[in-house]
T-cell receptor, first 113, second 115 residues
Framework: GENVEQHPSTLSVQEGDSAVIKCTYS??????FPWYKQELGKRPQLIID?????GEKKDQRIAVTLNKTAKHFSLHITETQPEDSAVYFCAASRGSGTYKYIFGTGTRLKVLA | KAGVTQTPRYLIKTRGQQVTLSCSPI?????VSWYQQTPGQGLQFLFEYFSETQRNKGNFPGRFSGRQFSNSRSEMNVSTLELGDSALYLCASSLNPGQGLREQYFGPGTRLTVT
């Protein structure tokens, strides 16, 4: 069935270091891959996304890479700051007019000052 | 534009009761999806509505149901509540699934506690 695996479940980095979170999806029909950040007690917020026709996308300190052959996609955060501390979720979705997202189980990122 | 709103924000119910949660999407958005968030299972897809029609359904029992109104507002209902239904229920709205616009925006959620 449809499944998204996400690793690691927790990640601690020193402020200024980089953080990488990896996801693997099972549904080869998936073509849209968003990443959400959820701070404690708040709603998930979309931070970056990538479509299957693109291999990499950057937005300031955040980047996402996609390897369709291996069904892997990753979130890269450079120069981490304490405010980056949150739970990050990856997701995969098919096209064809559906918004059904399959989410990974989340990564709790702690940026240590 | 106002964001996605959900009511109520918190709810305490007893086993066996039923509950109705409401979601108002961003103005102009026609698709509403519902997710259940628990510490152990993460975010799990419940169902998706577009133009008052259910487009997709996740792997939840029939006790979970939903509907969408002509103004795109959506409700979900859980009947015969069980302790395991305690969770944060999130709805998310999107503009139009057929226009290549893929982003979903989440509401603040309804925290349901079943005792």
């Amino acid at each position: 069935g449809e499944n998204v695996e996400q690793h690691p479940s927790t990640l601690s980095v020193q402020e200024g270091d980089s953080a990488v979170i990896k996801c693997t999806y099972s549904d080869s029909a998936s073509n849209y891959f968003p990443w959400y950040k959820q701070e404690l007690g708040k709603r998930p917020q979309l931070i970056i996304d990538i479509r299957s026709n693109v291999g990499e996308k950057k937005d300031q300190r955040i980047a996402v890479t996609l390897n369709k052959t291996a069904k892997h996609f990753s979130l890269h955060i450079t120069e981490t700051q304490p405010e980056d501390s949150a739970v990050y979720f990856c997701a995969a979705s098919r096209g064809s007019g559906t918004y059904k997202y399959i989410f990974g189980t989340g990564t709790r990122l702690k940026v240590l000052a | 534009k106002a964001g996605v709103t959900q009511t109520p924000r918190y709810l305490i119910k007893t086993r066996g009761q039923q509950v109705t949660l409401s979601c108002s999407p961003i103005s102009g958005h026609r698709s509403v999806s519902w997710y259940q968030q628990t510490p152990g299972q993460g975010l799990q897809f419940l169902f998706e509505y577009f133009s008052e029609t259910q487009r997709n359904k996740g792997n939840f029992p029939g006790r979970f149901s939903g509907r969408q109104f002509s103004n795109s507002r959506s409700e979900m209902n859980v009947s015969t509540l069980e302790l395991g239904d305690s969770a944060l229920y999130l709805c998310a709205s999107s503009l139009n699934p057929g226009q290549g616009l893929r982003e979903q925006y989440f509401g603040p959620g309804t925290r349901l506690t079943v005792t």
